[in-house]
């Protein structure tokens, strides 16, 4: 898909967004110590950075050949 390749602002605004929400949500789970709701929030943190990642390396992937049997 070249929507990534072409649309690179729109790549580096989502990933400056999600990587910022994921480092916000990581310290306010860890500042609710011994509290479930911080190990939610330090969990959904931790998907927004793999969530970073996966845009960031979205432009680099191959694309898929055709299914062999």
Same mark, same amino acid.
């Given at each position: 898909m070249n929507f990534w390749k072409e649309h690179t602002a729109l790549r580096a605004v989502l990933m400056l967004v999600t990587f910022i929400a994921g480092l916000i !949500? !990581?310290?306010t789970?860890? &500042?609710q110590t011994g509290q479930l709701g911080g190990l939610g929030l330090m969990l959904l943190g931790v998907? !927004? !950075?793999l969530v970073t990642l996966a845009l960031?390396? &979205?432009p680099f992937q191959d694309p898929r050949p055709g299914k062999r049997r």
């Open positions: !949500l !990581l310290i789970g860890w &500042k998907a !927004l !950075l960031y390396n &979205k």
